[in-house]
């Protein structure tokens, strides 16, 4: 049986290896700082287990003073100059692709008929890590690159994003330290107490408009699910109208991405695209997404009015 434990083991090697090369790199002068931010998640990747809630504390602790202190470098991996990565792209076309096309069709294939292979409830997540194995494998053999070159290329975008890749973690995290602490009920308290009664629409747009609102706040739909789940999902959509809790759970978190299109603290999204395509307005990304998001967010809504109580 696959466990999702290989798949923390895959994640932490990646970073070891990231960690090494960066130690190399000479033309980095913040190699080091480099060195230990992505040693130290790769050590709570591999051993997060055996550390324990202090280990792990003292561990979270760590990256911050290295990342958020101390700051992290630009490194110069070696990678193809831009003429030989155009001339690659002109021969080979929209095939270029199909690598990335087959991690989905990979993820849903393994959810949907490698369950009884994979460790129960992790069927999702375990097949999406194989999918991108398959699809690395494929693309070595296909383009064959250096061996070496997807871990550079990892290095760099690393290093090009920094501290943040580890945002959407930490933030989930978060919501569950939120889900934990009853943060949910306490919201739910309050609003519940100046929704119209009976309403099964003003319910479910408290919901969705409430997922939005508290991802542009925490940054990540994966902090607000279970803080606006606790408070409005559960208690009033599914048990006080009886509404089916998969359409509640998924179209939920959809109105939860919708928050992501229009937050700065979602930087991984939305800021640092824009800085490494040196955007005048740091905000573009953004003002070019929210019309979108706001549409999105009306069909959500309109969505689970008419779907989660059939």
């Keep these: 049986m696959i466990r999702l434990g290989a798949v923390y083991i895959l994640a932490g090697l990646i970073f070891a290896a990231v ?39 003292l561990l979270v602790l760590a990256l911050v003073a290295v990342g958020g202190v101390w700051g992290l470098g630009l490194g110069k991996p070696a990678t193809t100059t831009l003429d030989e990565r155009r001339a690659s792209a002109a021969r080979r076309g929209n095939w270029l692709f199909l690598p990335a096309l087959v991690i989905p069709a990979t993820a849903l294939l393994g959810t949907l008929f490698l369950k009884p292979l994979i460790q129960p409830g992790q069927a999702t997540l375990v097949s999406l890590a194989s999918g991108i194995a398959v699809a690395l494998t494929g693309a070595m053999a ?25 945002l959407p973690q930490m933030l989930a995290a978060l919501g569950a330290v939120f889900a934990l602490g009853g943060v949910g009920d306490e919201v739910g308290k ?21 997922m939005a609102g508290f991802t542009v706040v925490m940054g990540n739909a994966f902090a607000a699910f279970p803080v606006m789940t606790a408070a409005i999902g559960l208690p009033l959509i599914v048990r006080q109208f009886g509404g089916d809790p998969a359409v509640v759970a998924a179209i939920g978190m959809l109105s939860g991405f919708c928050g992501t299109l229009m937050t700065p603290m979602a930087a991984n999204f939305n800021i640092v695209p824009a800085a490494l395509l040196e955007l005048r307005d740091r905000y573009a990304v953004i003002k070019a997404q929210a019309p979108t998001a706001l549409i999105l967010l009306a069909a959500n809504t309109a969505l689970m009015y008419f779907l989660a109580f059939t």
């Design 19 to 57: 960690a090494i090369l960066s130690g190399r790199d000479r033309a980095n002068p913040k190699r080091f700082r480099n060195t230990a931010f992505w040693g130290l998640l790769a050590i709570s990747f591999l051993a997060g287990n055996w550390l324990g809630d202090f280990g792990n504390g």
């Design 142 to 166: 296909w383009l064959r690159p250096p061996p070496s070159a997807p871990l550079q290329e990892a290095r760099r975008l690393f290093d090009s994003i920094g501290w943040a890749v580890i």
């Design 190 to 210: 309050l609003i519940a107490g100046h929704l119209p009664p009976g309403s099964r629409i003003a319910v479910v747009a408290t919901y969705t408009i409430g």
